[in-house]
Structure formats: C-alpha cells, structure tokens
C-alpha cells in the first residue's frame, strides 16, 4: 500500500530528531530506562527489539535514577554485552539534567507543521488540529498504545466492541466513528472503499472549490477527529454515551462558531 504524504513527512521528521538533541544524564534523571532515546539517540527498548529480545523490557515503567546509583549502573536485568558497553560509555553529568538541541538550524514550529498544512490550514482551531496531529503521529493514548506501554487496559473499541483500538481502527475503519464522517461529509459516499485520515484530507485538497471552503472543509474534518476522541473518552472515564447525531450536532455548533468570525 502506497504511504500518504502525511506519514512520509512524519517518519522523515522522527527519523532526523535524534540527530539533533541530545539528553544528558544525572543519578536523579527521572527518564525512563527503557524508552527515552539517552543512548546514542536510540531508545534501550528499540535496542533490544532489534535483536529480538522484547521479553527483556521489564519493568516498563523503570527510570534511569533507579538503576544509576553513585555513578554506578546497577542493571536489572541480563542485558547483552554490547548494549552494556553502549550505556557505559554514556557520559554522566554532575549538572541538572536536561534537553539540548544540536541540530544546526533552530528548531521552529514550521518545520514540524508543514508536511501537515491541511491540519495546521490557515483557519484552524488549535484544540481541533492539535487532536488531529496527535492522531497522525499515532500519539493519542489509544489501548494499543498503552498495551504497548504495559498498562493493562481493555482493548477493544468502545464504539463498536468488535476490533482492537486503535489509531487506524478509530480513523474511520470503525463501522461508528465512520458513519459520523459520512454523514457530516456525505462526498465519502462516492468512494471505493472508506477513506482513513490521511485520504480524507487529500481528498478535500483535490476537490474543485476555493481555499476558504477548502479550510472550511479541513477545519471541519479536525472537528470531526477532536469530538470523536471526546467521546470516546466520555464513553470511558464520564459514564457519557453520545450517539452519532449528538456527536454530530457538537462538532456543527462548535465549528459554527469558530466561522461566525470569519471574513
């Protein structure tokens, strides 16, 4: 399957920033073992799936501070020779351990946001296209994310509670959260086969309508994304279910008022 330019864009950016910061490490750095990128830009999980040893990965929660003791390591567990030499030639700082970027330009907003300019459109709403970038970047705390993480939480999909939750599943292969993007869109109804987030966006940019409705558009798509998530999450944690008509009419009154501004 062909990628989308919105994935190609977001694993060039992740493939480039560990080039460009550096973490530095103290006996009170509160970074996980495991899962921050302090060795080498590389995380010691992403180590040791590499060679096939992800059982190895316990526990998932371990911070730095916990094994580093008198500038000492005191590894938990059986870690391959070379990993270990890797993580003894880390140095340690005696200094406030902190984030600092090398890369040779300054980090600006604008290189992360322009592979993505029809989330982050000229008329977007923050919250809308904040949840929208988040769910590009599969970082919304999905339940194969926080699976992945260790948590052990339900994994099915509160929506339809026939498949595994997930970023892909919930934008909008669920049989619910696509029926919402049909009826606000009903365009959809032309294609093939349901469009994912990706599609969805680079359908509307081929549309023949000018920029304003085309932000329109894009704003809207971002509303649809944010109101899902929402009530996903009331579902969860408010004891709130909303059926598709309310989640609908939400993302209509919010998107009327973020428009009644425009000129």
């Known amino acids: 399957m062909k990628k989308s330019i919105y994935w190609r864009f977001l694993c060039d950016v992740a493939a480039r920033l560990p080039s460009s910061f550096q973490l530095s490490l103290t006996e009170n750095s509160t970074l996980s073992f495991f899962w921050d990128p302090w060795c080498g830009g590389i995380s010691i999980g992403d180590r040791l799936k590499s060679e096939h040893l992800e059982h190895l990965v316990q526990p998932h929660e371990l911070a730095v501070h916990s094994v580093l003791v008198n500038n000492t390591w005191n590894f938990p ?3 391959p020779p070379s990993i270990k030499a890797e993580i003894l030639a880390v140095p340690i700082s005696t200094g406030m351990g902190n984030c600092l970027w090398t890369g040779t330009d300054k980090p600006v907003f604008n290189s992360f946001h322009k592979g993505l300019k029809h ?3 000229k008329r977007y709403a923050l919250r809308f296209s904040l949840t ?14 926080l699976l992945s993480r260790g948590l052990a939480v339900n994994n099915s999909c509160i929506f339809c509670h026939h498949s ?23 365009y959809f109804n032309r294609m093939l086969l349901r469009p994912n987030l990706g599609q969805a ?19 809207l798509l971002c509303a649809i994304v944010y109101y899902l998530w929402r009530a996903r999450n009331d579902r ?5 279910i909303d059926c598709q008509n309310t989640i609908i009419a939400k993302i209509k009154h919010a998107v009327n008022l973020k428009i009644v501004k425009w000129k």
């Open 236 to 240: 969860l944690f408010g004891n709130l």
């Open 201 to 219: 966006f680079h359908s509307i940019e081929d549309w023949d309508i000018d920029r304003s409705r085309k932000n329109f558009c894009y704003l």
């Open 164 to 186: 595994e939750e997930n970023h892909k599943h919930l934008f909008f292969e669920c049989d619910f959260t696509s029926q919402v993007l049909l009826k606000v869109f009903p």
């Open 132 to 145: 929208t970038w988040m769910a590009f970047r599969n970082g919304l705390k999905t339940a194969n994310n």
């Open 77 to 79: 567990i059986s870690l």
């Open 119 to 121: 989330v982050w459109h």
